[in-house]
């Protein structure tokens, strides 16, 4: 991580833990908003207005955060307008860094080599993990956000006045319904499988195991009435924060997070809900099984020998 701008000690993933050997994320700390008259979001400061080809996003497929920004991205068409750049699967010594590996890219902007040098490019005595996604806005050399929640948020309505795009994640009628399944989302799936799988306790474990399979037991049970969605007849964010755990899920908790209790192709319900998810295009164009599979197993404190398993295939 960086500590001062320096970077410091080897990486390592588990983030923090708190004294019962609970996995602890760290908070995110650039939280400014785009906005369509570039006056300030529900966090940060002003002066981040919707422009064409002003904004770049960088990201790792490997991760579900940053997944669900690439998923609004495409959603949304906003491709022309937020430019991207995407890591290696591996995470390297020094965190996430740019090259050739199959699917990745260069960092088109900087050309720099790791992610943490364009953290130190925004803030130069930045102190913490050096995360993704990123929103960077390149008219002012710095960084908008890397908080995916925000991030989606915002791009589902910062250019709706010159996209022609009427898709609506986030529909007013839904908020509440919508917030309070983020919180419990977050915290026991998302969030969760990290819990067990970074657990360094048993009791830690065996309580985020329980939150992971009571969130899909209750989501399996929702779904039986046949609605399409969480919410009902349309998509919303719901749908995209359950997608990215769900399609990770089969390949990489179940095995290295020890989320060991059934897969979700043994649910049906959960099952037809991710193939119906993972049949939309711009969703199915985000989702790399090989750097998924590559990326989670290369954790050495989980898989020391960095094996990567053979199966399964995509479960869709
Ligand atoms: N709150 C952040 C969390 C992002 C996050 O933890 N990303 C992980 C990858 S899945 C990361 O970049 N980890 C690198 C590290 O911890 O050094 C968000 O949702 O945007």
């Excluded at 690439?70 to 020094?94: A, M, N």
């Excluded at 925000?150 to 250019?159: E, H, K, P, V």
């Excluded at 390949?251 to 997070?257: I, N, T, V």
């Excluded at 199915?284 to 898989?303: A, F, P």
């Amino acid at each position: 991580m960086l500590v001062n701008g320096q970077w410091v000690d080897k990486w390592d993933p588990v983030q923090a833990k708190d004294d019962q050997g609970r996995f602890v994320r760290q908070t995110s700390s650039f939280r400014h908003w785009i906005t369509p008259d570039g006056s300030p979001g529900p966090t940060g400061n002003g002066g981040y207005q919707a422009e064409a080809g002003r904004y770049h996003l960088y990201v790792a497929l490997i991760c579900p955060w940053a997944s669900r920004t690439l998923i609004v991205r495409k959603l949304k068409k906003l491709e022309s307008w937020i430019s991207l750049s995407v890591v290696e699967p591996f995470l390297t010594e020094q965190g996430w860094r740019f090259g050739d590996f199959q699917g990745a890219t260069h960092d088109h902007l900087h050309q720099k080599q790791y992610l943490h040098e364009v953290y130190t490019m925004a803030a130069s005595d930045f102190t913490g993990r050096a995360t993704v996604p990123v929103l960077w806005d390149k008219k002012n050399q710095t960084m908008v956000n890397n908080e995916s929640a925000d991030i989606i948020r915002m791009l589902n309505q910062a250019f709706d006045h010159v996209i022609d795009n009427k898709i609506n994640l986030y529909p007013d009628a839904l908020s509440d319904e919508i917030e309070q399944w983020n919180q419990d989302i977050y915290q026991n799936l998302n969030n969760g499988v990290y819990r067990a799988g970074f657990a360094t306790t048993q009791f830690a474990y065996e309580e985020a195991y329980h939150h992971v399979f009571d969130t899909l037991d209750k989501i399996e049970s929702r779904l039986h009435d046949g609605r399409p969605f969480i919410h009902g007849a349309s998509m919303t964010e719901t749908d995209i924060r359950l997608f990215v755990t769900l399609i990770r899920f089969d390949a990489a908790y179940y095995g290295l997070f020890k989320c060991n209790r059934n897969l979700i192709v043994q649910m049906p319900k959960l099952s037809e809900y991710l193939k119906r998810l993972y049949a939309i295009p711009e969703i199915q164009e985000t989702v790399n099984l090989t750097h998924i599979k590559q990326g989670y197993y290369s954790m050495q404190s989980l898989n020391p020998n960095g094996i990567v398993p053979i199966g399964p295939d995509l479960v869709v």
